[in-house]
């Protein structure tokens, strides 16, 4: 069973940056990719970025601010954010979607979150 643990939010100003990590435990046979995701309070959980074995895509909304990785050793994702702007509070998810064969559903596996506040 995958489990994916957050950590690394926290309280910052306007312009200050974080970087999020995301601890991957278990296996899974066919990865698709590795994300993440946020969800400010009142609204539906949006995507921010994912990283695969193809590159990486981001949301246009942090183009050039954040930016994702991935440690294979130490079955880490990262979440470098930079530039950080009151509209970026939200609890980040980390996710991972894969499935246990060629032929099985793609299931979306979730962290429990990690609150980001930016604020002056």
């Known amino acids: 069973q995958v489990q994916l643990v957050e950590s690394g939010g926290g309280s910052v100003q306007p312009g200050g940056s974080l970087r999020l990590s995301c601890l991957v435990s278990?296996?899974?046979?066919?990865?698709?990719?590795l994300g993440w995701y946020r969800q400010a309070p009142g609204k539906l959980r949006e995507f921010v970025a994912t990283?695969?074995?193809?590159?990486?895509n981001y949301a246009d909304f942090v183009k050039g601010r954040f930016t994702i990785s991935r440690d294979i050793d130490k079955n880490t994702v990262y979440l470098q954010m930079d530039i950080l702007k009151p509209e970026d509070t939200a609890v980040y998810h980390c996710?991972?979607?894969?499935?246990?064969?060629?032929?099985?559903?793609?299931?979306?596996?979730w962290g429990q979150g990690t609150q980001v506040t930016v604020s002056s």
């Open positions: 996710n991972l979607r894969g499935r246990d064969g060629y032929l099985m559903p793609w299931t979306d596996y």
């Open positions: 278990g296996s899974i046979r066919v990865l698709n990719a």
């Open positions: 990283i695969n074995s193809s590159g990486t």
